[in-house]
């Protein structure tokens, strides 16, 4: 096993400015891994920006404190990896094999998106957090 | 993200710029809502300067397609990058959304 080349992470209220944010962690990611094809980039970061923003939009807290959203990337030589952690957040569960739904519907793609984008996806309760696994194989972009 | 709207003659030229994500969509409903009340219902959304869009932003624009179809109009889009295709591409929606290559071709065979 190797170890991932880059990594970054982000931690910051559960609200589309943290998610907005998450564009520069991975302009980040990509500067300390210039291996990684075009391709797998616009895929992974469209996958993490999904659960990510699947988490503003539907996770409850457990309490009365705001849910934290934390998100730690690594690229790998062969592989890029997304954790995603809803902190104050109930447990719930997310439909992983859902389809697309209807064209005119304008909500209810991002869980499919990310089934199409990754090759594995797990959302777990991890104690008290929700936690989202990403990964995705890169490899060198078709001639 | 930023919006523009430019009126030509047969449609309203709507060039956003920036992320089309949770923070820009509800920016793009706002403004296609404006342009249609002010009679504009003939509607290119011009995607060149856009550098991502995610299903929230995919979301706004079927939205807005709704909104300008049911004032009697039609809203495409133009330009798209490799990364705004790929969204329409996985969801299907490319059939809905077509893109043009610029807004001038949007509505030319109308």
Redesign the interface.
């Known amino acids: 096993m190797t170890e991932p080349s880059a990594r970054r992470s982000r931690r910051g209220p559960a609200t589309a400015q943290t998610v907005d944010a998450l564009h520069g962690d991975l302009e980040a990611l990509w500067d300390a891994a210039g291996h990684v094809p075009e391709s797998d980039r616009m895929a992974f970061a469209l996958a993490v920006v999904e659960a990510a923003g699947n988490v503003v939009v539907h996770a409850v807290p457990a309490a009365e404190a705001p849910i934290e959203l934390e998100v730690d990337l690594a690229a790998g030589p062969h592989r890029l990896e997304a954790t995603i952690y809803e902190i104050g957040a109930a447990p719930a569960q997310v439909d992983l094999g859902g389809a697309m739904p209807a064209a005119d519907d304008e909500s209810g793609r991002g869980l499919a998106l990310i089934q199409a984008l990754v090759s594995r996806v797990v959302f777990e309760r991890h104690g008290d957090t929700n936690v989202w696994e990403l990964c995705r194989e890169c490899g060198p972009d078709p001639a | 993200m930023q919006f523009t709207v430019e009126q030509k003659p047969t449609f309203a030229h709507i060039t956003g710029t920036g ?1 089309l ?3 820009g969509a509800p920016r793009l409903r706002e403004v296609v809502a404006d342009v249609v009340a002010d009679g504009s219902t003939h509607v290119v959304v011009d995607l060149g300067g856009t550098e ?1 869009m ?3 932003g ?3 624009l ?2 807005c397609l ?1 909104l300008a179809r049911q004032a009697g109009g039609d809203l495409r889009i133009a330009n798209v990058s ?2 705004v295709r ?2 329409l591409e ?4 490319h ?2 959304l077509t893109p043009y290559a610029s807004a001038d071709e949007a509505f030319a065979g109308d």
């Open positions: 992320r994500n949770m923070v991502f995610d299903s929230s995919l979301g706004a079927i939205g709704k490799p990364q790929m969204v996985l969801t299907s929606m059939r809905v």
